[in-house]
Structures are given as C-alpha cells and as structure tokens.
C-alpha cells in the first residue's frame, strides 16, 4: 500500500492525468468547465462566489471558461464528526477570510433555517448555467443577513429532483461537500484553494499571466519574528493531533518550525482518529484529503506520499509511548519522527520492526518501550484532550490554540497558522 499511495501521490501521474485531459478537451473543442457545487446555509459558499467574478474574467478574456452551479441542499452523511461545531467554527473563519480578501459576510449570524427552502428555491431558479453570479451572491446576502421572507412552501417536485441531481453529480464526481469547484478531474475547496486553480489555468492560458491568489499563505520564511514581545508570561502553541490525519502530519511540520521562529513551547494533544472513535468516513473524503494533502505537501516542500495507515495497532502503539517520550523530554521529536515514519517513508509502525526504527531514530530505549505498548493509560488523557479541543470551539485536527499574556484564539486547520501569526504580529504592534 506504500508503494501505491506513492505512485497515487507522484507527479508524473498528475501531470499525465492533465495532459490526456487537455488533449481530450481540445480533441472535442470544449471549453475549460468549471463546475461550482454551492449550499445557502455553507458560510464558503459565500465566500468563494463573491471571489469568482473577477477571478473568472481575468481567466475568461484569454481561454474559453464554462461555469455550471448546482445547488446542494444538504452534506453527505458522516462528512463532519461534530457538524454543529463545524459550522460555527466555519463562520468564523469566513469572517476572517472576508477580512483578509475585503469581502461581505455578516458580524452576526442571522441566517434561519425556515428561510433555507426560501433561499434554496431562489439559487435553483437561476438555472446552472446562469452568467449572472452576482445575482447568486445577493440571493446568499439576502439569507445571510436574514432579509429573505419564508414562504413556509417547501421544494417543488421539480426542484427537489433538481437538488438530488446535484447532490448525485457531486458524489459521483467524488466529492462530499459544497463551496467547491470540480475542474479537470481535479477540486478546489472554497477560496484556499483557487490558487491552485489559478495556476493550473495560467500554466494552459496562451497569456504571460502572474498569480494573484496567495493571501493565506503562511509566510515563516519571510517574516522576522516580532522584535516586542511582551515575556512576562511566556506564549505557547498547543497542537491537537491525530497521527493518523494527514492534515496533522503538515500541521505538526509547520508548528514545529513556527515555534522555533517564534521561541514558544508547543504543546502536542494527541486525540484518537474518527475510525477508532466510531465515526465513519466518506470515502470522497478520505481520497480527497489525501490529493489535497498531497499538493499542500508540495507547496510546503514536505514530504508525503508514501503512506502506511497506522490505523488501530499504529495509532495504539504510538499514543502508548507518548507519556515515555513525554518524560524523556523528546515528546516532538518522537511524534515527528513516527508521523514522517507513517505519511513519507512507508514504515508499517504496527509492527515491532517498524516501531523500533521509529523508537531508536527518536533517541528512546527500545527495550522499555517494548514494556510499555501493550498499556491502556493512554486512552484517558486522549479522550480528555479531545474533550478539551472540543471545549475550544474545534471539531476536528489539526487544531492550533495560541494564547499569550491577555488574549488568546483557536483554529481549525493547517492552513490557519498563518492566522496565528498575524494575530500574534498584531499583539506586538
């Protein structure tokens, strides 16, 4: 399975993947599809449709652009463990990003659910080739700052087969969820991922263009640490991790050097995988995650790709040594050693082969852990960290907590640190 994750992960599968796409593409005289799969209560949804009219018509003047929108009424079923606390946690973070791109969204919450038929019915009646996405941006406005009048009528026959189409189409496309663009075999999840889009568009656009979209990157290597920094109680990054998820692994890669940079303690909360806590994954979710980690691994010049799922006996094991590491004071470099061990190299951590490479390479006694793996204590302190992840505010991992003197914030997601940051270059202003 390494060697196939491997081979699933490799540029040269990508890019031959484009190029029998294009080729067909131009064979068939189509133009570049874009096809956008959008919700009336998903916050991104909003966001991403509000970016796209100056996005496509910078693209759209120099290649043949085709959009098609197709309203969801609902996400697949298990996408998200915790979906109350995902979508609050997903208001705010687009009260950020429409901070960070100066765009519209609402201070307040004021979106009702008995105006979601209303709204929905509204986005289906502009058909999903409409050119017009302004007119689904206000229709977004309109529930979002609760001015839309509920009819108390629900979807008509019509529009309730129309809404099952789309869902159809989304999950035989293969994917789970909306705010997203599926283009070229390939999905961009809301406006985090139109970089990558852009890029790909750029690289077939006959036109010398330069990105644009590259506000959320985290910027590490630019940016000199604040020089004041307040050091009567000292900041510190708590991590919450699975060493299962591959958003972890590039999670953990980022806090480790980011509190380097920023000289603060990290605190590694490792909290069971869903599967182990008894909550089915989508399988779209599962395939996506590990393309969309795998071109965020890229980016980041992280290796990743050669994968041995530590599910059951791995995660077991690592999380039974952790209190050792933990005392030996070598608890990061441990879980960074068995996360590389299990998403870059290969290594089948489930095994005592395995595990003693992942051990010895950490600098811990091989003979002691050996004493120790079989040891059930770890569970409490796993379930208390994610009980107390969820107590923050936070659905899932990777999930970062920052707090210094007075103020303090919580994030979900790999590609937030570079919130952190600026909150903390804020705090230093």
Same mark, same amino acid.
């Given at each position: 399975? %390494?060697?196939?994750?491997?081979?699933? &992960?490799?540029?040269?599968?990508?890019?031959?993947?484009?190029?029998? *796409?294009?080729?067909?593409?131009?064979?068939?005289?189509?133009?570049?599809?874009?096809?956008?799969?959008?919700?009336?209560?998903? +916050?991104?949804?909003? *966001?991403?449709?509000?970016?796209?009219?100056?996005?496509?018509?910078?693209?759209?003047?120099?290649?043949?652009?085709?959009?098609?929108?197709?309203?969801?009424?609902?996400?697949?079923?298990?996408?998200?463990?915790?979906?109350?606390?995902?979508?609050?946690?997903?208001?705010?973070?687009?009260?950020?990003?429409?901070?960070?791109?100066?765009?519209?969204?609402?201070?307040? =919450?004021?979106?009702?659910?008995?105006?979601?038929?209303?709204?929905?019915?509204?986005?289906?009646?502009?058909?999903?080739?409409?050119?017009?996405?302004?007119?689904?941006?206000? *229709?977004?406005?309109?529930?979002?700052?609760?001015?839309? @009048?509920?009819?108390?009528?629900?979807?008509?026959?019509?529009?309730?087969? @129309?809404?099952?189409?789309?869902?159809?189409?989304?999950?035989?496309?293969? !994917?789970?969820?909306?705010?997203?663009?599926?283009?070229?075999?390939?999905?961009?999840?809301?406006?985090?991922?139109?970089?990558?889009?852009?890029? $790909? /568009?750029?690289?077939?656009?006959?036109?010398?263009?330069? %990105?644009?979209?590259?506000?959320?990157?985290?910027?590490?290597?630019?940016?000199?640490? %604040?020089?004041?920094?307040?050091?009567?109680?000292? +900041?510190?990054?708590?991590?919450y991790f699975s060493i299962r998820s591959p958003y972890?692994?590039?999670?953990? #890669?980022? @806090?480790?050097?980011?509190?380097?940079?920023?000289?603060?303690?990290?605190?590694?909360?490792?909290?069971?995988?869903?599967?182990?806590?008894?909550?089915?994954? +989508?399988?779209?979710?599962?395939?996506?995650?590990?393309?969309?980690?795998?071109?965020?691994?890229?980016?980041?010049?992280? =290796?990743?790709?050669?994968?041995?799922?530590?599910?059951?006996?791995?995660?077991?094991?690592?999380? @039974?040594?952790?209190?050792?590491?933990?005392?030996?004071?070598?608890?990061?470099?441990?879980?960074?050693?068995?996360? $590389?061990?299990?998403? &870059?190299?290969?290594?089948?951590?489930?095994?005592?082969?395995?595990?003693?490479?992942?051990?010895?390479?950490?600098?811990?006694?091989?003979?002691?852990?050996?004493?120790? *793996?079989?040891? %059930?204590n770890w569970r409490q302190w796993a379930q208390q960290?994610?009980? #107390?992840?969820?107590?923050?505010?936070?659905?899932?991992? +990777?999930?970062? !907590?920052?707090?210094?003197? !007075?103020?303090?914030?919580?994030?979900?997601?790999?590609?937030? /640190?570079?919130?952190? #940051?600026?909150?903390?270059?804020r705090q230093s202003e």
């Open positions: 399975m %390494p060697y196939l994750a491997q081979c699933l &992960s490799s540029n040269g599968l990508l890019n031959s993947k484009r190029y029998l *796409i294009e080729l067909k593409r131009k064979l068939l005289r189509q133009p570049h599809n874009l096809k956008v799969f959008i919700k009336i209560d998903d +916050p991104y949804s909003y *966001i991403l449709l509000q970016v796209l009219p100056k996005f496509i018509a910078r693209y759209n003047a120099s290649m043949p652009l085709s959009l098609s929108f197709h309203p969801i009424a609902s996400h697949t079923q298990n996408a998200f463990p915790e979906p109350l606390l995902w979508q609050k946690n997903a208001f705010n973070d687009c009260q950020y990003l429409a901070e960070l791109y100066d765009l519209n969204f609402p201070n307040t =919450d004021l979106s009702c659910d008995a105006q979601k038929i209303t709204a929905t019915k509204a986005l289906i009646a502009c058909g999903t080739s409409t050119t017009d996405v302004q007119q689904l941006v206000t *229709i977004f406005e309109q529930f979002w700052q609760g001015k839309l @009048a509920s009819n108390n009528a629900n979807l008509s026959l019509v529009e309730d087969e @129309a809404v099952a189409r789309n869902s159809a189409l989304l999950k035989a496309l293969g !994917h789970y969820q909306a705010g997203t663009i599926y283009y070229g075999n390939e999905w961009y999840w809301g406006v985090d991922r139109l970089a990558y889009l852009e890029q $790909r /568009l750029i690289a077939l656009s006959p036109q010398n263009l330069t %990105p644009r979209l590259t506000k959320t990157r985290l910027k590490l290597d630019l940016l000199p640490p %604040p020089s004041k920094t307040n050091r009567f109680k000292r +900041p510190s990054l708590t991590l972890s692994h590039l999670g953990l #890669e980022q @806090a480790v050097k980011f509190t380097k940079k920023y000289q603060m303690p990290l605190i590694i909360k490792p909290v069971l995988p869903m599967v182990m806590r008894g909550l089915a994954v +989508p399988t779209a979710k599962k395939m996506y995650i590990f393309h969309d980690t795998t071109r965020e691994a890229r980016r980041l010049n992280i =290796d990743y790709g050669k994968v041995a799922d530590p599910l059951g006996k791995g995660v077991e094991r690592c999380y @039974a040594l952790f209190e050792y590491a933990e005392q030996q004071g070598k608890a990061t470099e441990y879980l960074l050693n068995y996360s $590389r061990a299990v998403n &870059s190299l290969g290594i089948h951590s489930d095994t005592d082969a395995g595990l003693k490479r992942i051990v010895e390479h950490s600098g811990l006694d091989w003979l002691h852990a050996q004493s120790l *793996i079989e040891q %059930p960290n994610l009980d #107390e992840m969820l107590a923050l505010g936070q659905w899932g991992v +990777p999930s970062f !907590h920052y707090q210094d003197n !007075h103020q303090q914030i919580s994030v979900w997601g790999q590609d937030r /640190l570079a919130r952190i #940051e600026q909150f903390i270059r």
